[in-house]
Each structure stands twice: as C-alpha cells, then as structure tokens.
C-alpha cells in the first residue's frame, strides 16, 4: 500500500537563532500533527529595530503522514 504525504508551510520564531525558531515551529506543530517526517528549511529572515537583531524567524516546509477518516 502507498503512503500520502501532505505538506504544510510554518514559521517559527526565537530571540536566540535560527535553529531554535525552526525547533520553536517543529515542535509546537508536533502537539496537534501526528506522524511529521521531513521538514525543510526554505527561508530565514530576521526582525531589526533600532539597528539591532531582535528577533530570528525560520520559514519550514513540514511534511507528514496523511492518513484516511
């Protein structure tokens, strides 16, 4: 039997990194998605003010397991 995968955009936030946004979106997603697979970094932006960084954001494609109701 073949599987089906859907695959959903998330952005994930972090005053520390980029890698910690991106774990900050994986894993709120993880409480209510079961069965995620494969996520893929697609865009990194950060948020300035005054000059300085103050925030990082992570843009994530995430795939996981579709499953028939």
């Known amino acids: 039997?073949?599987?089906?995968?859907?695959?959903?955009?998330?952005?994930?936030?972090s005053k520390k990194s980029w890698e910690d946004a991106a774990a900050n979106a994986v894993e709120t997603t993880s409480k209510?998605?079961?069965?995620?697979?494969i996520?893929?970094?697609?865009?990194m932006d950060l948020v300035i003010?005054?000059?300085?960084?103050?925030?990082?954001?992570?843009r994530v494609s995430v795939s996981f397991k579709y499953r028939k109701k």
């Not at 039997?1 to 952005?11: C, D």
Request: hydrophobic residues 40%; proline residues 0%.
């Open 1 to 13: 039997m073949a599987s089906v995968y859907k695959i959903i955009e998330l952005v994930g936030t």
């Open 32 to 37: 209510s998605l079961k069965d995620l697979r």
């Open 49 to 58: 003010e005054k000059g300085k960084v103050i925030a990082y954001r992570t």
């Open 39 to 43: 996520g893929e970094v697609t865009k």
